[in-house]
């Protein structure tokens, strides 16, 4: 019974509908939020953060408001940037799930209305056309010839033919019977009847087992964390000997509580977030350029230490659209390939009789391509029919995978069919032998493996009679296969190439043929890793095979969802870092547990996009190429900012230890520490992140999983380096003493010292394969504006009386300030000696 007649359903009344939307709740996912509070105390988790927050405190208690003032300023900065970023990100995602669709047609007591999509409640009756999105799991109760492509949910390219099922069925219900929330209709129409809405449908349903799927840290913060958390420990049992010591020899216990938190803001690296999150969001900002949107910040510099990136094959490697790539003639057998502008005589019966079996105005992907390449090829030939009118239409059927369209010819009484389908339908209605059969069915398997989609087309005539109700009622004539093909992305081969050398493995995990599969893999430059294995087989593996296969398959083929989660659990297991991309619903589970998922912004789900790190905005996978080898700059500029990190603390650490040992007051009170290790260090690290890859480091192998941040080799140059700026710094402040300096004289003496020997460690850290000054060549404008920032900020510190009191300064002559300058610059560029020798 075709939807027309939709006079016959009443479906549900307004007010069963008010009461259900009550019970089950809007159609759409409840897409979860970080709290205000949440995200500011995790914030404050951070130790720096902590040790601010006691230090301003304890100020407070001794009456120093203008210290612990400055010191809770610091705190709310760090709060306010973070807060501001995950809103940005929050924003842009936003805006993506504003790409689904909104509106659907129902059925209120007996009229046929349009509501928002939110509101649909099982048992309503929807109205389906073609592209239209499905807004809810549901039945077909009435249709003709509706397919939907589901390839969101199954990885198929190829729509599914649905079957009608009696209205008041109580199931269960099949694959073919059923329609999907989020999956398209490409053709025909139909009604269905809505069983499951919201989080209860299939695309719900994986949103639920996402929650429950713990996100792995990248492997940089892993090794950040555990390179704090060594300093911290270290420092913390330290610190107990210093405020035992210091509160036995002065008995202020207080000061002695002070210089010890002074003494763990020192030695707690605590640059090192903030660098994380000025590099990431710096490295988001370039990404975007490039059609990248980084959800999670880190996740850029994870991939760049990918080993395995799987890839759905559907949509991610291909354009997820049918396009002609050849015909094949039944008259001689013999194959044109679409590589020049004109057709053979032999084929254009095979062309005309395609569009004749497609719609006029068609939606169908395979129909648009079959009817755009036939007006192309055929212009101006008796060969296109555009006044000829449709007079029956004979649909698909499980039966007979074949449609056929009759036409009004000139000839008055004289019908025209065009018919096309699966070749063996079409070689049914053509009553073929057994051996024509086996040669025909021969060919389709030839092209089949190699990534082609072959359709039968026949003809047949009908003069001065009325048409059968049945196709097999008809004489058909074979004139041939079309061949279509989901083209590979024309930028894919190139980035695969890219990966490769830069030691990524690619992995193809599809739902569809193993066969297309292996062809996909073809060509895009993965002729040694075709090996393949089907779900089916896949499910019968222990965790043992599966392990050992994992070494060998590049090709996951019919892959089910709660599969792909299996293949990359099993890949992290064996240790690699994995990147998954995917578009649809079948991938989210595989894009939340992956190291790095990446999702498609135009055409994924928002299941995927809420499941996955990155988002290609424009779904181009050269994107994911140019991700990579920012995330490996990132990483080396990430190792070269540390280093600089590890080589300032020296100092600072020393001084911050100078008390214990002489009685003296504190050389550095805890807001100079803020100002070095929140503001100085970070501005000075800005230098290091907008550095390109040094020579080589391009095409080398991902780090491994577990490597640490920085090598004892690098560890021990960066610790030299501050020994030498804190045995100068030494030498000055005993010779100032004796000659009978204030403890404020020294102390800003000290600090124009050490924020100069911070920005001459900054240039001699920009390389360690050669000297600085060809870097600066690339660099001045980033390194003028680090210079001047920090220049301003150290002149407007000693102009201030705020100022002054707040630091301890007291102002001093020029020649004083001219020399803590040239000793400053001496004591970090004097490395340039040793790094000039080496590499000479």
């Known amino acids: ?270 640059e090192i977030p903030v660098v994380l999150s000025i590099f990431f969001s710096l490295g988001a900002w370039r990404i975007s350029k490039s059609g990248v949107l980084a959800r999670n910040l880190s996740s850029i510099e994870s991939l760049g230490a990918a080993t395995v990136l799987c890839v759905d094959k559907t949509g991610t490697l291909t354009e997820n659209q049918m396009k002609v790539k050849g015909l094949i003639s039944s008259a001689e057998n013999s194959l044109f390939e679409f590589n020049t502008p004109e057709v053979e005589e032999e084929f254009h019966l095979l062309l005309e009789f395609s569009i004749l079996a497609s719609k006029k105005d068609p939606f169908d992907p395979m129909e648009k391509a079959i009817q755009e390449l036939g007006i192309n090829l055929l212009y101006d030939t008796e060969h296109l029919h555009a006044n000829w009118t449709l007079e029956k239409e004979y649909p698909l059927s499980p039966k007979l995978l074949a449609l056929s369209y009759a036409w009004n010819s000139e000839d008055p009484g004289t019908f025209v069919i065009g018919t096309k389908g699966a070749p063996e339908a079409i070689f049914d209605l053509c009553h073929f032998s057994m051996e024509r059969t086996e040669h025909w069915e021969k060919v389709t398997e030839t092209y089949s493996l190699q990534g082609y989609r072959a359709i039968g087309v026949a003809r047949s005539k009908i003069s001065n009679s009325s048409l059968p109700e049945n196709q097999h009622d008809l004489e058909f004539e074979f004139l041939g296969l079309i061949l279509l093909e989901d083209p590979v992305r024309e930028t894919v081969p190139a980035s695969v190439s890219e990966c490769i ?211 004892i080799s690098k560890f021990s140059l960066s610790f030299l380096q501050g020994i030498m700026v804190l045995i100068l710094l030494l030498t000055l402040y005993f010779w100032m003493k004796q000659k009978g300096y204030n403890e404020n004289e020294i102390r800003s003496f000290g600090f124009i010292f050490l924020v100069v020997s911070n920005f001459s460690l900054m240039l001699t850290n920009l390389t360690h394969k050669g000297g600085f000054i060809s870097i600066l060549r690339s660099l001045h404008s980033s390194v003028f504006w680090v210079f001047f920032l920090a220049a301003s900020a150290l002149i407007a510190s000693f102009q201030f009386e705020f100022s002054l009191r707040l630091f301890g300064f007291q102002k001093i002559s020029s020649d004083w300030v001219l020399l803590s300058i040239v000793l400053g610059l001496a004591s970090g560029l004097i490395w340039e000696i040793r790094k000039i020798r080496f590499f000479a």
């Open 501 to 711: 050398k830069a030691g990524i493995r690619i992995i193809i995990i599809t739902g569809d043929h193993a066969g297309t599969a292996k062809a996909v893999a073809s060509k895009i430059g993965l002729e040694g890793h075709t090996e393949s294995i089907t779900g089916d087989e896949l499910e019968k593996l222990t965790e043992e095979e599966l392990d050992s296969k994992l070494d060998t398959v590049g090709i996951f083929s019919r892959i089910k969802p709660a599969q792909k989660l299996k293949i990359v659990r099993g890949f992290q297991k064996k240790g690699e870092i994995v990147a998954m991309t995917g578009d649809g619903v079948n991938d989210a589970l595989a894009l939340q547990a992956a190291h790095i998922g990446v999702s498609m912004g135009k055409r994924g789900t928002d299941v995927a996009r809420e499941a996955s790190d990155l988002v290609l905005l424009d779904d181009n996978f050269s994107s994911i190429v140019k991700s990579v080898f920012l995330g490996r700059r990132i990483y080396e500029n990430i190792q070269k900012s540390i280093s600089y990190i590890l080589s300032v603390h020296v100092p600072i650490i020393g001084m911050s230890l100078l008390p214990a040992f002489t009685g003296d007051p504190l050389f550095f009170f805890p807001a100079h520490i803020m100002v070095l290790e929140l503001i100085v260090d970070p501005i000075c690290s800005i230098v290091f992140e907008s550095l390109e890859l040094e020579k080589g480091d391009r095409y080398s192998s991902p780090r491994r999983k577990n490597s640490d941040l920085l090598t």
């Open 1 to 270: 019974m075709p939807p027309t007649q939709e006079i016959v359903y009443q479906g549900l009344s307004f007010s069963e509908a008010s009461k259900l939307l009550q019970k089950f709740g809007p159609n759409e996912s409840k897409l979860k939020k970080t709290s205000f509070w949440r995200i500011s105390l995790s914030i404050l988790s951070e130790p720096m953060l902590s040790l601010l927050l006691a230090c301003g405190f304890i100020y407070a208690l001794l009456g120093d408001l203008d210290e612990a003032a400055a010191l809770s300023i610091g705190v709310i900065a760090v709060i306010s940037l973070t807060i501001y970023q995950r809103n940005k990100s929050e924003r842009a995602l936003e805006s993506l799930r504003k790409l689904s669709p909104q509106k659907a047609k129902v059925i209120r007591e007996g009229k046929k209305i349009e509501i928002d999509s939110s509101l649909i409640v099982p048992g309503d009756l929807i109205f389906l056309s073609e592209g239209d999105k499905v807004p809810a799991d549901g039945y077909l109760v009435d249709g003709l010839n509706l397919h939907a492509d589901e390839s969101l949910l199954t990885g198929e390219s190829v729509p599914v033919l649905k079957e009608e099922t009696d209205f008041y069925s109580p199931g269960p219900f099949s694959e073919f019977q059923k329609l999907f929330s989020g999956t398209k209709v490409v053709s025909g129409e139909g009604i269905i009847k809505v069983l499951f809405t919201g989080d209860s449908t299939s695309l719900g349903s994986i949103g639920k087992e996402m929650g429950e799927i713990s996100e792995s840290e990248s492997p940089l913060q892993k090794e950040a964390k555990r390179f704090t958390t060594f300093f911290f420990l270290g420092a913390l049992v330290f610190s107990v000997f210093l405020i035992y010591g210091l509160g036995i020899r002065n008995g202020n216990w207080m000061q002695a509580f002070l210089a010890a938190l002074t003494f763990l803001m020192a030695v707690m690296p605590e």
